[in-house]
């Protein structure tokens, strides 16, 4: 069955340490994001990725990097410039970009991160 | 920047009764979806609406969207315990069709 694929499911941060987090899709889909969601609340844009070695910053990239070698693959990095990491991180994929998004998108089941 | 709002945040009801969740958003946009979240997972695809007047119906939820009134109701008929979860919104932004903007979502209790 086709999906997304995010792990690990729980990551534990050290201050002062970089964390990577992947996201892995079998959808053929060409756009990926990640969103972080923090208690009680919505989901915030982080990256989005529309095409293989692109992509874009969303509203909260500070502290965030992310590549975009292959198109099934979209991991992203918590930096140690990011103050508060701790939060649970989305992975999304859609089966187009721009105005092809009719079909909204396909989510990942999550990574919660906690800084110890 | 668009921004969206639902409401009520919280909602506790009793199995049978019907109830509406309200979700404004603050520019033009002609792509609206709602989505449920279960404690701890990720978030499933309800409903996708793409034009004025749309109107979606899956069991006992009913979504519609009013796009001059920059309005997206979600509709619950006779609630069961099943439904108890976290509806969001999320409003595709017309000025760069990549980003989606999403509400804080309303959480739901269904009382048995």
């Known amino acids: 069955d086709g999906g997304i694929t995010q792990s690990p499911k729980y990551l534990f941060r050290k201050e002062g340490q970089n964390v990577t987090l992947s996201c892995e899709q079998n959808l053929n889909h060409d756009a990926m994001y990640w969103y972080r969601q923090d208690p009680g609340q919505g989901l915030r844009l982080i990256y989005y990725s529309q095409i293989v070695n692109d992509f874009q910053k969303g509203d909260i990239a500070e502290g965030y990097s992310v590549s975009r070698e292959k198109k099934e693959s979209f991991p992203l990095t918590v930096t140690s410039a990011q103050k508060n990491p701790t939060a649970f991180y989305l992975c999304?994929?859609?089966?187009?970009?721009?105005?092809?998004?009719?079909?909204?998108?396909?989510f990942g089941s999550g990574t919660r991160l906690t800084v110890v | 920047e668009l921004k969206v709002e639902q409401n009520p945040l919280f909602l506790s009801m009793q199995e049978g009764k019907n109830y509406t969740i309200y979700c404004n958003y603050s520019t033009t946009s002609d792509r609206l979806y709602w989505y449920r979240q279960d404690p701890g997972k990720s978030l499933e695809s309800l409903f996708v609406?793409?034009?004025?007047?749309a109107v979606k119906q899956e069991g006992r939820l009913m979504a519609s969207l009013d796009t001059k009134a920059r309005l997206s109701t979600l509709h619950i008929t006779a609630a069961v315990h099943d439904l108890s979860a976290t509806y969001f919104c999320?409003?595709?932004?017309?000025?760069?069709?990549?980003?989606?903007?999403f509400g804080s979502g309303t959480k739901l209790n269904v009382k048995p």
């Open positions: 999320a409003v595709g932004y017309q000025y760069n069709f990549n980003k989606f903007y």
């Open positions: 999304a994929s859609s089966i187009g970009a721009g105005r092809y998004t009719n079909y909204g998108y396909t």
């Open positions: 609406l793409l034009s004025n007047g």
